[in-house]
């Protein structure tokens, strides 16, 4: 079973829709951190934001939002007016604390490109 | 500050060749990896190092080996490459390795083995 679930593998909007792209993750873990990062198409993923397991209050920054709920196990992040420049590959990660490999492992989810048509 | 820098951008090997790709950040980060991301199937780690003089397997260590040269640099190694080797490698460093802390990411290299 995947740990970290991105079941949308394409989405395309027209410019200044609104746009979630979904995120469950899975972990016995009760300390764990979630992540997303931006993969635009010059190919450098970029880091978002952080969200540890004890905060469940939901993140806005500008036009992105992000939605954590535990009960769900889900981490979703929201494009509000989207535009041409959020096209890009979005990928959620878990970091837990013993993953298997090592001591400590980033999961990535296979990602979901976002496609913003103007 | 560069961030992490990679090189080469773009590679094209033989089967059975060798290289390294060489990796540096300037964020006097503790923490480096190596990730490999193929179409469909996110990105997974290759080695990391936790720290100078450490390194590890991550989840897809086969045909590759690494070296953590000091806090900068972390290369890594393909000694015979195979078509299956065909990839976009990325470097990641972070500040620490616990679970806590992002992971800051390269450009890329475009490898293609023939």
């Known amino acids: 079973a995947q740990k970290v679930t991105q079941a949308q593998t394409e989405i395309s909007v027209v410019e200044k829709e609104d746009v979630t792209l979904d995120c469950v993750y899975e972990?016995?873990?009760?300390?764990?951190?979630l992540f997303w990062y931006k993969q635009p198409p010059s190919g450098e993923l970029v880091f978002l934001i952080r969200?540890?397991?004890?905060?469940?209050q939901n993140e806005i920054s500008g036009r992105y939002s992000w939605n954590f709920q535990k009960s769900t196990s889900s981490f979703n992040f929201t494009i509000t007016a989207s535009q041409v420049v959020d096209s890009a590959v979005y990928f959620c990660?878990?970091?837990?604390?013993?993953?298997?490999?090592?001591?400590?492992?980033?999961?990535f989810g296979k990602g979901t490109k976002l496609s913003v048509i103007p | 500050n560069a961030g992490v820098t990679q090189t080469p951008k773009f590679q094209v090997l033989k089967t059975g060749q060798s290289m390294t790709l060489q990796c540096a950040q300037d964020?006097?980060?503790?923490?480096m990896y190596w990730y490999r991301q193929d179409p469909g199937m996110g990105l997974r780690l290759i080695y990391y190092?936790?720290?100078?003089?450490?390194?590890d397997k991550g989840e897809v260590p086969n045909g590759y080996n690494v070296s953590r040269l000091n806090k900068r640099e972390f290369s890594l190694r393909l000694e015979s490459a195979a078509p299956s080797q065909t990839s976009v490698y990325f470097c990641?460093?972070?500040?620490?390795?616990?679970?806590?802390?992002?992971?800051?990411f390269g450009p890329g290299t475009r490898l293609t083995v023939t």
């Open positions: 972990t016995r873990d009760t300390t764990y951190y």
């Open positions: 990660a878990l970091s837990e604390a013993y993953s298997g490999a090592g001591s400590y492992q980033l999961t």
């Open positions: 969200r540890n397991s004890f905060d469940e």
């Open positions: 964020m006097n980060h503790n923490s």
């Open positions: 190092s936790a720290s100078e003089g450490t390194t």
């Open positions: 990641a460093s972070s500040e620490g390795d616990t679970i806590r802390d992002e992971q800051y």
